[in-house]
C-alpha cells in the first residue's frame, strides 16, 4: 500500500500563504495506485471500523482477525507481504471504497503531500488523480 499517513482536514495546513492558496486539482479515478506498490499502513479509527463492519455484514471479532493487524497501540489493515496490495484491492479496485477509511478518503490532501508543490508533483507517479484535468478544485482545510 503506497498509504502511510494519516490526516484529519483539522490538521492541514492554513491556507493563506501557501502554494496551493488557489486550490488543487483532483479526481479519484478509482484507478488502485495508492492502494499498492510499496509497503504502508492504512491506520484505522473506530468509526472507520465500525463503517467497515456494516459493509461487510460481520462481527467486529471476524473484522480483526481476517482483515487487520496490530502495529503497536494502532491497527492497520492487513496488506500482502510480496505485492502490497490492501487486503480490499481486488483487480486494481477497492472492493469496500464506499466504506473506506478515513487515511483513504483524505488522500492525496496529506500534509506529507501539502509541503511542496514538488511534493505534491511526485505523488502522480502513483495516482493519476493529481491534478486530473477532469478534476475539481479542493481547497485543503476549508
Ligand atoms: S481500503 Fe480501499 S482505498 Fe483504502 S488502501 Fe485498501 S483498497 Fe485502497
Ligand atoms: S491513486 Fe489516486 S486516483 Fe487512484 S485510487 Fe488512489 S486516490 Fe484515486
Not at 463492519?53 to 503497536?72: D, E, M, N, P, W
Not at 492487513?78 to 478515513?102: I, S
Not at 488523480?129 to 476549508?142: A, K, M, R, S, T
Request: charge should be neutral; aromatic fraction near 12%.
Amino acid at each position: 500500500m503506497g498509504i502511510i499517513g494519516l490526516v484529519s482536514k483539522r490538521k492541514l495546513f492554513p491556507m493563506s500563504d501557501q502554494w496551493y492558496a488557489d486550490g488543487l486539482r483532483f479526481k479519484c479515478t478509482e484507478c488502485g495506485g495508492c492502494c499498492t506498490g510499496s509497503p504502508g499502513y492504512v491506520w484505522l479509527e473506530e468509526k472507520d471500523i465500525d463503517t467497515l463492519i456494516s459493509k461487510l455484514k460481520i462481527s467486529r471479532q471476524a473484522f480483526l482477525r481476517r482483515y487487520t493487524r496490530q502495529v503497536g497501540e494502532r491497527l492497520s489493515l492487513l496488506e500482502d507481504p510480496k505485492n502490497f496490495d490492501c487486503v480490499f484491492l481486488e483487480e486494481n479496485r477497492c472492493t469496500v471504497y464506499d466504506a473506506r477509511p478515513t487515511q483513504c478518503r483524505t488522500f492525496p490532501f496529506w500534509p506529507s503531500l501539502l509541503r511542496s508543490r514538488k511534493d505534491w508533483e511526485n505523488a502522480r507517479n502513483y495516482c493519476e488523480g493529481i491534478d486530473h484535468p477532469d478534476g475539481e478544485i479542493f481547497l485543503p482545510n476549508n
